[in-house]
């Protein structure tokens, strides 16, 4: 039996994913486009008859309940989504819930680290870094990525 076929897309490069990607789109594309005419055939057949039967049979007939009933379906669609609407504008609006995350000591996490004070210094201060660890996962040095 053959092994399934692995595919590691961050290993190959942008354009490589992108040319696979636009690959797939095409297949994909082709396939829908292959379904159409028997979907039109299909919908042609329901909307044919539904047009004969409605417009000869009924003789032009307009049903006054779709006249009565659309009208308020949209508006109880309206009524609802508004509702809706003010009601989460009201319940979320007042209060800003989201707090701000506990201040770690730097020595919790130079103890976590296993790391020197002034390594912890520099990951504290940093924003993008790369952490050079030990065999042991203990962080050795910081490259900063700016």
């Not at 007939?61 to 109880?76: D, G, K, N, R, W």
């Not at 609802?80 to 819930?97: H, M, P, Q, V």
């Amino acid at each position: 039996m053959t092994p399934p076929i692995i595919d590691h897309s961050p290993s190959r490069g942008p354009g490589k994913r992108f040319a696979s990607g636009a690959l797939t789109a095409a297949a994909w594309t082709l396939y829908v486009w292959l379904w159409v005419p028997l979907i039109t055939v299909v919908a042609w057949y329901v909307g044919a008859r539904t047009a004969y039967m409605r417009l000869y049979l009924n003789q032009n007939e307009v049903e006054p309940f779709l006249l009565l009933a659309l009208p308020l379906i949209a508006v109880v669609c309206a009524v609802l989504l508004i509702g809706w609407a003010e009601y989460n504008r009201a319940r979320f609006s007042k209060t800003d819930r989201r707090q701000r995350r506990a201040s770690i000591i730097d020595d919790d996490v130079r103890l976590a680290l296993g790391a020197t004070p002034e390594l912890a210094a520099k990951l504290r201060d940093g924003r993008i870094m790369r952490v050079v660890v030990d065999d042991d996962a203990r962080a050795v040095s910081v490259q900063t990525d700016s």
